[in-house]
């Protein structure tokens, strides 16, 4: 039954304030309920505006490796956590993606979400090009990234004798069942005639094409040095499509881990995403925090550990997570991280901002008067003057 904002306001006005759980989405914060209201009609009775009916936090943590087949092929193989796997994770999805030497992802784009990439194993070669025509034909190593802009068409072969592993992130959890669109399944469901005009190919040639996207394709190994585009004359994209993570990233040291952040000042072309890579060493914990403009997804690339979020009214949750597991964080919520295994917790990390931001409880406590901070815990003055200070990390 919806009940519209207008109908609470006139309820409240006659006083009826026992109506029940649908206006708990109204009241989401205690001090947003009339301090007026008039008093329940009994103890008994039906939660009031004031005292909303608290939804469980939802799982935020799904096995991207595990959780389900994924599409394998001769090619290679992709495992998603879209919402359909993962229905947290609004805003971001991921897809693990395995490729055998000279095998391809076919050419396409995303219509409703940027493409970012963390290569975990091998070497990938990419090609995209922009609305403005200019192209970009770049090599990635373990620890490089990249960034397609949405809608830009685009393309990842495995280069070298070895098999390539990558992580994928999109900017929209919704970015596959709606948006993915390849070249194949275009040009193999659109008229023959049409074809030939289009190309300049013979309509013979289009009549005889498989009715289906390749998807993932089987290709010769690439040559070591960069292929010339058919047509050479293509100018190159001002902006950089790669960026290499772990070699170039700025460091932030802390005594039992690190963070690289990569935001737009690093990476402009990277305009919708913020990557980091943390480590956290066994028995350390990334310290209480939260994101204020964004939501967070991480990636377990090694390690064990558990993630622990707080959604407000007394809602605290916490999840273990190991190798290829996926953890998302709301915008806002609290959270820690801790390692509780005995290997180094290595985490990728995407934030759906350009721009990084956070706030630590112990900077925000440390900010405060110690008498106030004493008052709020009944703790005494000298007790909380000892409270650390902002340690901005992993300890
Ligand atoms: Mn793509
Ligand atoms: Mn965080």
């Not at 770049?138 to 070895?162: A, S």
Request: proline residues 7%; hydrophobic residues 35%.
């Amino acid at each position: 039954m919806p009940t519209s904002r207008r109908d609470f306001l006139s309820l409240s006005t006659l006083g009826l304030t026992a109506i029940g759980s649908t206006l708990g989405a109204l009241a989401p914060e205690r001090s947003t309920a009339s301090p007026h209201a008039s008093p329940a009609p009994s103890a008994h009775a039906a939660p009031t505006p004031l005292d909303p009916p608290i939804v469980e936090l939802e799982d935020f943590v799904y096995d991207i490796e595990n959780g389900s087949k994924g599409w394998v092929g001769e090619g290679g193989s992709a495992k998603e956590a879209t919402v359909e796997e993962f229905p947290v994770s609004q805003s971001i999805a991921g897809v693990s993606m395995r490729l055998k030497p000279g095998a391809f992802r076919e050419l396409h784009w995303h219509s409703i979400a940027a493409e970012w990439a963390y290569v975990l194993e091998g070497r990938v070669r990419t090609t995209v090009i922009t609305p403005g025509g200019t192209t970009s034909t770049d090599d990635f190593e373990t620890g490089d990234i990249w960034y397609f802009p949405k809608g830009h068409g685009h393309m990842l072969q495995c280069l070298g004798d070895k098999p390539c592993h990558f992580l994928l992130g999109f900017d929209s959890g919704h970015f596959s069942e709606f948006g993915t669109f390849s070249v194949t399944d275009w040009v193999s469901h659109t008229s023959p005639e049409i074809m030939a005009r289009n190309t300049g190919l013979p309509a013979s040639f289009f009549a005889q094409l498989p009715k289906k996207e390749v998807y993932i394709g089987v290709g010769k190994l690439a040559a070591d040095t960069l292929p010339k585009n058919i047509d050479p004359a293509k100018p190159t994209s001002a902006f950089s499509h790669k960026f290499r993570m772990e070699k170039d990233a700025p460091m932030q040291e802390f005594k039992g881990g690190f963070h690289k952040i990569v935001s737009s000042v690093e990476f402009p072309i990277q305009n919708s995403l913020t990557a980091v890579r943390m480590d956290i060493e066994p028995g350390c914990i990334r310290e209480l925090h939260w994101h204020p403009n964004a939501d967070e997804w991480q990636y377990v690339m090694s390690g064990t550990g558990k993630v622990s979020i707080f959604g407000s009214h007394g809602r605290v949750k916490t999840m273990p997570f190991s190798k290829g597991m996926v953890s998302f964080i709301k915008q806002g919520y609290g959270h820690y991280v801790e390692n509780t295994g005995t290997e180094t917790l290595k985490l990728i990390v995407l934030f759906n901002s350009p721009v990084y931001q956070e706030l630590s409880l112990n900077d925000w406590l440390t900010a405060n008067p110690a008498q106030l901070v004493a008052d709020h815990f009944g703790m005494s003055t000298g007790q909380a003057a000892t409270l650390v200070n902002h340690k901005e990390g992993i300890y």
